[in-house]
């Protein structure tokens, strides 16, 4: 299974929001230029986390993007799934009635739905506070002679 590329740029403005925002609204021209993502692809990204409630936008001068909920609560899962849907690699594990051949048949499916579960949970178990936390350690690291 492959990401799409919407749903990893919304993890990467999502930890640029996480990592530098520090209890401020960010604005997506900030997004932009610190993760080097396209401003106007950001604003679809941020439009559709909007829409999920993942983000909230503060209007004005000073204003800008900020997470909907604590930092804790909002999963990795929840970021790819506002973006892209279902996280599975064959519709057949989240439809069954499109699978290719009957569902009571198909011998691959369980070997579909055991990835799906392992790559949910995943992405279920990973907080954006983690996904900080991690990206800072990792930073401060870099930076020290």
Known sequence: ???STRSRYALEGMLYLAAFGQDRPVPVKEVAEGTCISMA???QIFFMLKKSGITSTVRGSHGGCVPAKPLNEIT???IVRAIDGAISP???VENP???DNRPSTCSTRPLWMKITKAITET???ITLEDLKNGFLKERE????P
Not at 141 to 144: G, I
Request: hydrophobic share 40%.
């Open 76 to 78: 990795a899962g929840m």
């Open 90 to 92: 064959v519709i057949c």
């Open 41 to 43: 692809y950001l604003e």
């Open 97 to 99: 009635e499109q699978c």
């Open 1 to 3: 299974m492959k990401l």
């Open 123 to 125: 992405l279920d178990n």
């Open 141 to 144: 690291a870099q930076q020290q």
